[in-house]
Protein backbone atom coordinates (compact mmCIF):
# COMPACT_ATOMS: atom_id res chain seq x y z
CA UNK A 1 0.00 0.00 0.00
CA UNK A 2 1.78 3.34 -0.81
CA UNK A 3 1.98 5.62 1.93
CA UNK A 4 3.64 9.39 2.16
CA UNK A 5 3.65 11.13 5.14
CA UNK A 6 4.29 14.93 5.46
CA UNK A 7 5.57 16.83 7.72
CA UNK A 8 7.69 19.96 8.78
CA UNK A 9 5.23 22.32 8.15
CA UNK A 10 4.28 25.58 10.61
CA UNK A 11 4.08 28.73 11.04
CA UNK A 12 6.52 31.22 9.65
CA UNK A 13 7.34 35.22 9.31
CA UNK A 14 8.38 36.32 5.84
CA UNK A 15 11.86 35.70 4.97
CA UNK A 16 12.37 32.65 7.02
CA UNK A 17 12.92 29.28 6.12
CA UNK A 18 11.27 26.07 6.97
CA UNK A 19 12.40 22.56 5.60
CA UNK A 20 9.35 19.95 4.56
CA UNK A 21 10.17 16.06 4.88
CA UNK A 22 8.27 12.89 2.95
CA UNK A 23 8.34 9.72 4.43
CA UNK A 24 7.91 6.83 1.36
CA UNK A 25 6.75 3.42 2.19
CA UNK A 26 4.50 0.60 0.23
CA UNK A 27 6.47 1.40 -3.42
CA UNK A 28 10.11 1.13 -4.75
CA UNK A 29 10.69 5.20 -3.62
CA UNK A 30 14.56 4.86 -5.76
CA UNK A 31 12.40 4.03 -9.27
CA UNK A 32 9.38 7.12 -8.55
CA UNK A 33 9.48 10.75 -9.90
CA UNK A 34 8.72 12.81 -7.13
CA UNK A 35 7.04 16.09 -6.80
CA UNK A 36 5.31 18.74 -4.43
CA UNK A 37 2.68 19.87 -4.38
CA UNK A 38 0.50 22.90 -2.93
CA UNK A 39 -2.87 24.28 -3.03
CA UNK A 40 -3.81 27.04 -1.12
CA UNK A 41 -7.37 28.22 0.79
CA UNK A 42 -9.73 28.92 -2.38
CA UNK A 43 -7.02 27.93 -4.91
CA UNK A 44 -6.56 24.97 -7.05
CA UNK A 45 -3.30 22.76 -6.41
CA UNK A 46 -0.12 24.13 -8.38
CA UNK A 47 2.63 22.42 -9.13
CA UNK A 48 5.83 23.11 -7.43
CA UNK A 49 8.38 21.16 -7.87
CA UNK A 50 9.58 17.51 -9.18
CA UNK A 51 13.14 15.50 -8.74
CA UNK A 52 13.74 12.83 -11.23
CA UNK A 53 14.65 9.12 -9.17
CA UNK A 54 18.42 9.55 -9.20
CA UNK A 55 18.25 13.00 -8.30
CA UNK A 56 19.54 13.79 -11.58
CA UNK A 57 16.88 16.41 -12.57
CA UNK A 58 15.23 18.82 -10.23
CA UNK A 59 12.47 21.36 -11.76
CA UNK A 60 10.34 24.00 -10.24
CA UNK A 61 7.56 26.52 -11.01
CA UNK A 62 8.78 30.16 -11.83
CA UNK A 63 7.11 30.81 -8.21
CA UNK A 64 9.65 29.25 -5.80
CA UNK A 65 12.52 29.00 -8.44
CA UNK A 66 15.44 30.15 -6.89
CA UNK A 67 13.93 30.03 -3.49
CA UNK A 68 13.32 26.02 -2.85
CA UNK A 69 14.78 23.38 -3.40
CA UNK A 70 13.74 19.67 -3.57
CA UNK A 71 15.85 16.52 -2.99
CA UNK A 72 15.57 13.05 -1.82
CA UNK A 73 17.63 10.35 -0.10
CA UNK A 74 16.65 6.89 -0.97
CA UNK A 75 18.51 5.15 1.30
CA UNK A 76 16.07 6.33 3.42
CA UNK A 77 12.90 6.76 1.54
CA UNK A 78 12.79 10.50 2.09
CA UNK A 79 11.35 13.30 -0.16
CA UNK A 80 12.69 16.80 1.15
CA UNK A 81 11.84 20.77 0.41
CA UNK A 82 13.53 23.26 1.60
CA UNK A 83 11.72 26.43 1.68
CA UNK A 84 13.81 29.47 1.60
CA UNK A 85 12.45 33.54 1.80
CA UNK A 86 9.23 32.05 2.12
CA UNK A 87 6.45 34.65 1.10
CA UNK A 88 2.79 35.11 2.50
CA UNK A 89 1.74 34.28 -0.82
CA UNK A 90 3.70 30.37 -0.14
CA UNK A 91 0.92 29.97 2.42
CA UNK A 92 -1.15 26.36 1.41
CA UNK A 93 -1.09 23.08 1.91
CA UNK A 94 2.22 20.76 0.99
CA UNK A 95 1.72 17.35 -0.46
CA UNK A 96 3.94 15.19 -1.92
CA UNK A 97 3.19 12.82 -4.84
CA UNK A 98 5.16 10.00 -6.55
CA UNK A 99 4.70 8.70 -9.91
CA UNK A 100 6.47 5.89 -12.02
CA UNK A 101 5.93 7.90 -15.29
CA UNK A 102 7.64 11.51 -15.77
CA UNK A 103 4.93 13.47 -15.60
CA UNK A 104 5.49 14.35 -11.88
CA UNK A 105 8.52 16.65 -13.07
CA UNK A 106 6.23 19.22 -14.65
CA UNK A 107 2.92 18.65 -13.49
CA UNK A 108 0.70 17.87 -10.92
CA UNK A 109 0.69 14.04 -10.58
CA UNK A 110 -3.20 11.85 -9.87
CA UNK A 111 -4.79 12.90 -6.91
CA UNK A 112 -4.63 9.15 -5.62
CA UNK A 113 -0.58 9.67 -5.39
CA UNK A 114 -0.49 12.88 -3.06
CA UNK A 115 0.13 12.14 0.90
CA UNK A 116 -2.09 14.09 3.35
CA UNK A 117 -0.54 17.07 3.80
CA UNK A 118 1.22 19.13 5.74
CA UNK A 119 0.14 23.06 6.44
CA UNK A 120 2.82 26.41 5.51
CA UNK A 121 1.50 29.58 7.06
CA UNK A 122 3.69 32.55 5.80
CA UNK A 123 2.54 35.76 8.38
CA UNK A 124 4.06 38.44 10.28
Known amino acids: QVQLVESGGGLVQPGGSLRLSCAAS????????MAWVRQAPGKGPEWVSG????????RYADSVNGRFTISRDNAKNTLYLQMNNLKPEDTALYYC?????????????????WGRGTQVAVSS
Open 97 to 113: AGNATPNAMFELPPRSS
Open 26 to 33: GFTFSTYY
Open 51 to 58: ISPGSGRA
